[in-house]
């Protein structure tokens, strides 16, 4: 009998090493907020992409990245764990933002020059360069594609264009390509959302490094990477619900990327001997 309790505990304990296994990769936080989410998937990127700057969904398969000290787009397989293509636009340069709309892709460098990559997967793609009135003092990172208006979303990182209390969120329409003079929406830092993130220089109290649609709800992500967080606005430009992300996980968020079925992932830059990382998040709202 004795034996048989034995064997019947070591079963137990095995069972539960197989879920603990099982579920190793997904983690649950609770940021000041109280809201929640659950990361339930996670990607380790090669060296080559220890500090990417801005992913995209191509496919259930690929994600396409961009890293913040070379001119190319990396194809990499979620699959496989690897890059299985480069495709190199220009000279190197601080590049932040990445958005692929169909055979086009579109890169933001950090001084506001934003670039048009035609047939991006082609073996010889046409690239246009447009300048915005942003420059370095804006430090811009954030890039995303409005599918419904036909139009890119970009908003400073650090100071905004009419003041450091506020920063807009501007479009830059891809039939004309000219940038709106007004923001389309426009974030307040003393917004109430951010009374437990607000700091002594207003601007600081959120800064973007990424940005993108949720392609059901219309609403807008807006990542930062310097304190890890995730404001949720809704299709209306108003202030919904702000993570705290757990600088652990993400130990500097800088790109945001939707499956079509709203799915999210967030890309984090590696720091010190770890390596970039990807990770997809289920949200708790």
Do not use: C
Not at 12 to 38: H, M, P, W
Not at 81 to 97: A, C, H, R, S, T
Not at 170 to 186: G, I, R
Not at 257 to 267: E, K, N, Q, T
Request: proline fraction near 4%; aromatic fraction near 10%.
């Amino acid at each position: 009998m004795r034996k048989t309790k034995i064997f019947t505990v070591l079963i137990l304990l095995f069972g539960l090493a197989l879920i603990v296994i099982s579920f190793k990769d997904r983690v649950t936080e609770i940021n000041k907020n109280g809201l929640s989410y659950d990361a339930v998937a996670r990607w380790e990127l090669p060296a080559q992409l220890k500090e990417v700057s801005a992913i995209e969904w191509l496919s259930d398969t690929e994600i396409a990245a961009v890293q913040d000290e070379k001119a190319t787009i990396f194809i990499y397989s979620l699959k496989s764990k690897k890059i299985i293509q480069e495709i190199d636009f220009g000279k190197p340069g601080d590049y932040e933002g990445l958005v692929i709309r169909q055979k086009d892709a579109y890169v933001l460098r950090s001084d506001g020059t934003l670039y048009e990559i035609k047939e991006y997967k082609s073996t010889a793609p046409v690239i246009n360069t447009y300048e915005t009135p942003f420059t370095t003092d804006n430090n811009m990172e954030s890039l995303a594609l409005n599918v419904k208006k036909n139009e890119l979303l970009m908003i400073p990182k650090d100071h905004g264009l009419e003041s450091d209390s506020s920063k807009g969120i501007y479009s830059f329409s891809l039939e004309t390509k000219k940038m709106s003079s007004e923001p389309t929406y426009t974030i307040e830092m003393r917004d109430k959302i951010f009374k437990n993130f607000r700091q002594s220089k207003i601007y600081k109290t959120f800064r973007p490094s990424d940005l993108e649609v949720h392609p059901m709800t219309g609403e807008i992500y807006v990542l930062e990477g310097s304190k890890p967080k995730l404001l949720i606005l809704d299709s209306e430009g108003n202030t919904k619900n702000a993570y705290e992300l757990d600088k652990h996980i993400f130990p500097q968020p800088e790109g945001i990327a939707f499956s079509p079925d709203g799915v999210l992932y967030i890309s984090s830059e590696g720091k010190k001997d770890n390596n970039g990382t990807i990770t997809e998040l289920r949200l708790h709202q």
